[in-house]
């Protein structure tokens, strides 16, 4: 593992950039995306809003009240999807193996390019390549693993990179807040915080079995990168993992109605996984097999999204244009592809704070009590 050389990509400020590659009036001023609505929340915004104190996921009225010079807009996820897809398809082009941890990130394990024509350079000129053929922003790190990549990156922000060798990792790690760790949350910030742990050099230095017993299971890990250790492979784009479930019935089936109300009932399940997990998926499948065992699939190409409200009705579309012979069916499926890392209100631009606490205490309760807690509201017979 120690002549892995991992660069992260990250672009800057992704909704706000694209918004701003459609109307250039918009560089420079206090951008934010969000709902449309004094509802809603903040999905993203520009570094000069930054500045006012104005984050992503605050209440768009208290947005206003911070910078009330700003530009909203309301965010618009096929959009976004879009340019997600066309800066994932020139990393293909050229990677050897990449990750898309994120709608806006991507992992590249470039080691063993020196060989060739070295790692930094490939990496600056995969960046400017990006810059150039699409005039999207974006920021690159590149370090010994993907945590001080990802770091690294986070630093060189805003269009900028950074290069952080194996002999000065803890250097650089050292003097940062514990909060740049990617893994700690507000919760285990709070935690260290009341230790009196703020710095990054502060936590590397405790001994490991205490800081497991401050931060339970992943306390090990936290150390971990906190000193610089992360082995986690730089996964495949496209050997990620997809979320799938079928149904197989015991007797062949041509209720339309009844299929469709299974069809919508994985959707939420798969769906409640997918919030879960902090999960977003970009295409949809549907599966039927018929009594004769002629299996068909539909798919569809959408913007990322983690929501039975709308996944459920693209799943019911789909199932209509595939159900075209009208014989008894044995097996119907979904599944949900093309899965990357996200926080999934990001793309409830449509919706208001109200839709999202109403997501959030369905999950609650089915975190707890087990995902068949909560039920559409129909029969099964």
């Not at 610089?228 to 990620?240: A, K, T």
């Not at 041509?254 to 879960?276: A, P, Q, V, W």
């Not at 009208?326 to 109200?354: A, C, K, W, Y």
Request: aromatic share 8%; with cysteine; hydrophobic share 40%.
């Amino acid at each position: 593992m120690s002549n892995r050389i991992i660069a992260h990509f990250d672009l800057d400020s992704f909704f706000v950039s694209v918004e701003r590659l459609q109307n250039s009036k918009l560089n420079g001023l206090p951008v934010i995306i969000s709902g449309g609505s004094d509802r809603s929340v903040v999905s993203s915004c520009s570094y000069e809003a930054r500045k006012y104190g104005v984050r992503s996921g605050m209440p768009v009225k208290m947005a206003k009240y911070l910078c009330p010079e700003a530009v909203f807009i309301k965010g618009d996820m096929e959009r976004y999807t879009y340019y997600s897809r066309i800066v994932t398809d020139i990393i293909a082009e050229q990677a050897p193996v990449y990750e898309k941890s994120s709608i806006d990130e991507h992992y590249i394990d470039v080691s063993g390019l020196d060989k060739f024509f070295g790692t930094i350079k490939w990496t600056k000129e995969l960046r400017k390549k990006i810059i150039n053929e699409i005039g999207l922003p974006i920021s690159a790190g590149i370090s010994v693993n993907k945590t001080v990549a990802k770091i690294a990156t986070g630093e060189a922000k805003p269009m900028g990179e950074m290069v952080v060798d194996k002999p000065v990792v803890n250097m650089f790690l050292d003097p940062l807040p514990v909060k740049k760790i990617p893994m700690i949350g507000i919760k285990t910030q709070n935690i260290l915080k009341s230790m009196g742990i703020q710095k990054i050099k502060t936590l590397r230095e405790m001994p490991v079995l205490l800081v497991e017993r401050l931060l339970g299971k992943n306390g090990i890990s936290i150390w971990e990168k906190a000193n610089g250790i992360d082995n986690s492979p730089v996964i495949s784009y496209h050997e990620q993992k997809s979320l799938g479930a079928e149904t197989t019935f015991e007797e062949d089936c041509s209720d339309i109605k009844l299929m469709t109300e299974i069809i919508s009932e994985m959707t939420t399940n798969l769906s409640f996984r997918l919030r879960k997990d902090q999960w977003l998926t970009s295409c949809l499948t549907v599966k039927i097999r018929y009594s004769d065992f002629d299996t068909h699939t539909i798919q569809k190409n959408i913007p990322y999204t983690a929501f039975d409200h709308i996944l459920i009705p693209i799943a019911k579309e789909l199932f209509q244009k595939l159900y075209t012979r009208r014989v008894m069916i044995r097996l119907i499926g979904v599944r949900f592809s093309n899965l990357v890392r996200g926080v999934p209100q990001l793309n409830l631009f449509e919706d208001t704070t109200e839709m999202i606490n109403l997501y959030r205490s369905i999950d609650y309760l089915k975190k707890k009590y087990g995902d068949r807690i909560i039920r559409k509201g129909f029969s099964w017979h």
